[in-house]
Structures are given as C-alpha cells and as structure tokens.
C-alpha cells in the first residue's frame, strides 16, 4: 500500500471497552481540523472516516482497536483488504481508502513507557477505572480518551512523516538503512531455522549472601554483532578439500555442519520435553557453526573429514557500521536511537514466504492452497504467495548475530570463571557476578566504559535470590535495589501425546479466525494447539504443509 499524496489526513484513534472484548466509546483526533470526535459506536464512526476522508489512521496497538473495527466489518459483510500481519501482530490493513496503522510498531513499548522515555514531563498517560467504565460520567471518560489521543499525537508527530508514510514499522525502517549498498544474498539451508537461538540465560547460583558483586552488561550487544563482517553473501557449496585451501581467507567464511560437537555448555542450548531451554555439557549432534566463529572463540571443534557432513561457503562484507556507531554515539541526546539500534537484527530472520490476506465474497477468488475461514458470507483468505518473496532476509545473517552474542558473553563467563571468580547469573547481555572492575578487564580483555561492545557496571549488589530466568532479586544493605520478572505461563493440553509450548496469535479474536506465530518444539507431527479465551477452548487448525513449503521454493541445500 503505497500512498503517493503529499498532503496526507491523519487521525490518531484509541477505543475504550469493558469486559476487555465490548466496544464502548472511541476518540478520532484529526489533525487538520485540530479536533477530537468521539463516537459510541463503530456505525458512527465508520461513517465519519468515510465522511471526512482520512489517508492514514494510526492506533496504539492496532491488534486491539483495530479487532473491534474487524469484527464490525465482518458481522456486517463489509469488504476490507490489504492486511498486513507479523509475528502474531496486525500491523496494517485498508478500509475503502484509509489506511489504519500501528503507532505501537514505531516505539516498542506501552503508551505509559514511551510517554515517559519521550515526552516531557508534563505529558504522562492518565488513569482511568476500566471494570466500571460504564458507571463513570461520560465526560469523565472523554477526559481521559482526550488526554491518551493528545500523547499518541505526540509520539507521532515524534517520528520522520516520510518513515510513517512508507512503513509499518520502525524495524523495516531501519533495516532498509542498516543494509544499505550491501549485496545480501536470499538463500534458505534445510534445518538451519532451528538452531537459531537468542541469548543464554542460566542460573548458576540461587543464592548469593554479603558479597560484594556486580551486574556488567554489554554495550549494545547484538547491534555490536552487527557490526563485524558477515556472511552476506553466499558463494555455493564447499567440498573439504576447498574448505582446506580457503579457510584463511579472512574475506571468506564457511558455515559447516558438524555431525558431532563436544558443548562445554552455552554454545548450543537443547529443548526439553515441555519445550524449556536447558544448557548442560555433552554431545551435540548435527551442529551447525560458522568457521570464523570457532576459530575467534577457540571452539573446541573436530575438522577431521568424518566429522563434516556439509559445508556452505559465504563472502563476508559489512553492514552500514557508520549508521549503526551514529546511533550508538548519539542514544542519549536521542533516546529514540536505542529502539533503531535493536530494531532490525531479527528481522534478517524472518521467514521469506509473502503472506496474504485476502477478504471477499467471491468464492471464485480462493486458489487451491488457500486456508479459508468464512464469517456470514464473506471469506477470509490465508494465503502463501511463493512468487512474492521477501528478498532482504537471510536467516543465515540473524543466526551469525546471535551466535556471536551467546559466544561473546560464554567466553567472559568462562575467563572469570577460570580465574575463581563466582557468576551467578546470565541472561542474554549481562553477567552478575562477584569478579571486581579492578580485575574484570585484565582478566576479561574488555573495557569497562561507555564504547559499544565493552562492558558496563549496572549494578553493584551485596545478595541476591534468583528464582527462574530472568525472575530475581538484588539486595544491597537489606534493601531490594533490583526485582525482575518476566514471562507467562502457558496452558498445556495434558491430553496431547507430544507435549509443548506454544504462543497463540489472536488479532482477529472475536471472529473465531486463529493463527499460530511460534512453535517453540519442532514436533509438526501434531496438528491442533490448545487456545484458551476466557474458560472456553478452541482447536484451530493449523496447515503445516506451510512449513514444508520452503523445500519447494528454495534450492535447498543439505
């Protein structure tokens, strides 16, 4: 959806409803007229978007205003089109002429968050009581609706109209920048997907009692990653004996199968049988590592001809690293800056099959490989398009990031370790630990100060008690300095023979139309998940031929 015009009609829009799932009122703020409507209900306010013509239309978390806008248009047999969906997330779609998009995909974080990471003081989210919302004075109401619109406006007029206009997402934004003049090849290896870990959190001690110790975190990590030379481009297969000949080519990098590695314990994590990620020493099999990798973090790694099952040869080049160091340099005069730089990394991952929605009431417009869902009679259209490929990804270049990230921190774990030094905790970028600043860089080779890649001191902490990854607490004079917890707790059907964890996708929730994002257990053999809404279950169906598409429409290479 490429909008041409120069002089775009914006509104900003926010819904509010009780019971979580029953429309109650919304708020349209349009910028020309610098007015706010509100409407109590969706009849009416579709009307006036149709009324007054609007280009663009943003929500904060479109996946939930936008689904009372959804669920309208299809109990009414109303067309919309030109939805666009990621990760779970609905980032845009189309009604007649207006385009609504996420404001949330720019910023990452709640409304609350963002108002105070980016506006000033006086500009803060206000509080309302949602469970008697109905029993408030009208104008009470409108209140607090006119105060979240008046943030939300803000934050828009916060960020570039040309970067608004043209993406759905400050990562695509930035990703376009990052990989700017860089030739980045469009390739797929069978089975690389499910080696691509993030970043090791593990718990080493559960407790810690009067020691003096400390929290380093890294500077940026996977931005940092993304500053070395990466495998961009890839070159074809690679026989051993080439492999033998090339491998000190420092413009060259070799990704290599492995059908053992001995793991010392977080290079390469294992699932369990619910599907958690557990660390441990042993055997791995079938291992894929990048050649410049093991060779900078002296892997402990067979290279004897028996041991390699295959080899892929890749031409390294670099990403924009300037664009990348500006960010980094300028993050506290832009705060903004530090959402750019994490931005982007995982969306070199990302799957590159297009998928379409398409909504209409001709049965004619559905093609033999289609999901179909039908609501009265309109026909939601779920469809794997191989001819329109995402041609900027390379799964290859995320797992490099990644790999790099886990072996970078995994090597400073081990060099305190090795010096005596206790750590008690990792997760992703930081280290807690008791080795003091004074003997962390001579025994690590890294600098405590403010350049990307080094270390910083974030916390100094005399206890501490660690619960689950990333769910802790740090004391320092009995007094809780630090409290973490994060995650959620998942449902599991106790029924299914093969059990795991999964994340549910329900953007379109009220229309009974599910997907799933992530499957966290690469076990495709089951075809139903468990989604629980409310105290009812529901069995969507999920098509795993998609996962088997690839091997159609990609020169697989194994």
Not at 286 to 313: A, C
Not at 367 to 380: A, G, L, P, R, T
Not at 409 to 418: C, L, P
Not at 467 to 477: F, H, R, T
Request: charged share 30%.
């Amino acid at each position: 959806m490429i909008i041409r015009k120069k002089n775009l009609k914006i509104g900003i829009l926010d819904i509010e409803a009780f019971d979580w799932s029953h429309f109650y009122i919304a708020g349209l703020l349009n910028e020309t007229e610098r007015n706010i409507y509100y409407f109590r209900n969706l009849s009416s306010l579709l009307s006036h978007i149709d009324k007054k013509k609007y280009d663009l239309i943003f929500c904060y978390n479109l996946s939930y205003d936008g689904s009372f806008i959804i669920e309208y248009l299809l109990k009414n047999s109303i067309i919309f089109n030109d939805i666009i969906m990621t990760n779970g997330k609905l980032l845009s779609f189309r009604y007649n002429k207006t385009i609504f998009k996420d404001l949330y995909q720019f910023y990452f974080s709640s409304l609350r968050e963002a108002s105070i990471k980016y506006l000033n003081e006086n500009d803060r989210k206000g509080e309302i009581d949602y469970k008697n919302i109905r029993e408030l004075p009208i104008e009470e109401v409108k209140k607090y609706l006119k105060q979240d619109l008046v943030l939300e406006y803000k934050l828009y007029k916060r960020i570039d109209k040309k970067i608004t206009k043209r993406y759905y997402s400050i990562r695509s934004y930035i990703f376009k920048e990052v990989q700017k003049n860089s030739k980045i090849s469009l390739v797929e290896i069978y089975r690389l997907r499910e080696q691509f870990f993030g970043g090791r959190s593990e718990i080493f001690h559960s407790e810690v009692k009067d020691k003096r110790s400390f929290v380093y975190d890294v500077n940026s990590l996977y931005p940092f990653a993304m500053t070395q030379p990466l495998p961009l481009q890839y070159i074809g297969n690679c026989s051993f004996e080439k492999f033998l000949e090339l491998r000190e080519n420092n413009n060259l990098d070799f990704l290599i199968l492995f059908r053992e590695v001995y793991d010392e314990g977080g290079y390469y994590p294992i699932y369990d049988k619910i599907g958690r990620i557990l660390y441990s020493r042993g055997k791995r099999k079938n291992i894929y590592l990048f050649y410049s990798l093991i060779k900078k973090f002296n892997l402990p790694v067979d290279f004897s001809d028996r041991n390699i099952d295959y080899i892929h040869l890749f031409k390294k080049d670099f990403l924009n690293v300037e664009l990348i160091k500006k960010l980094y340099n300028e993050r506290k005069v832009n705060p903004y800056n530090k959402i750019l730089l994490n931005s982007c990394y995982g969306k070199f991952a990302q799957f590159p099959i297009f998928e379409k929605w398409i909504i209409t009431k001709n049965y004619k417009d559905i093609k033999n490989d289609d999901i179909v869902y039908k609501i009265n009679d309109v026909y939601i259209i779920s469809r794997k398009d191989a001819e329109k490929n995402v041609d900027d990804v390379n799964v290859i270049i995320a797992k490099y990031i990644t790999d790099f990230s886990r072996f970078y921190v995994f090597e400073t774990i081990n060099k305190i370790q090795n010096q005596g030094f206790s750590v008690y905790y990792t997760d992703t970028d930081s280290i807690h630990t008791d080795c003091p600043p004074e003997k962390f860089e001579k025994i690590t080779g890294i600098k405590i100060d403010g350049n990307i890649g080094n270390f910083k001191i974030e916390k100094e902490f005399s206890g501490a008690f660690y619960y689950a990854p990333k769910d802790y607490e740090l004391i320092n004079e009995e007094k809780i300095i630090d409290k973490k917890k994060k995650g959620f707790k998942v449902d599991i059907d106790k029924n299914v023979e093969n059990e795991f964890i999964f994340m549910s996708v329900k953007n379109l929730f009220k229309t009974g139309v599910f997907q799933v994002s992530k499957i966290l257990k690469k076990d495709l053999n089951q075809k139903y998940y468990k989604i629980k809404k409310g105290n009812e279950y529901y069995y969507p169906e999920i098509d795993f031929d998609y996962f088997e598409q690839k091997k159609k429409i990609f020169k697989i290479r194994y």
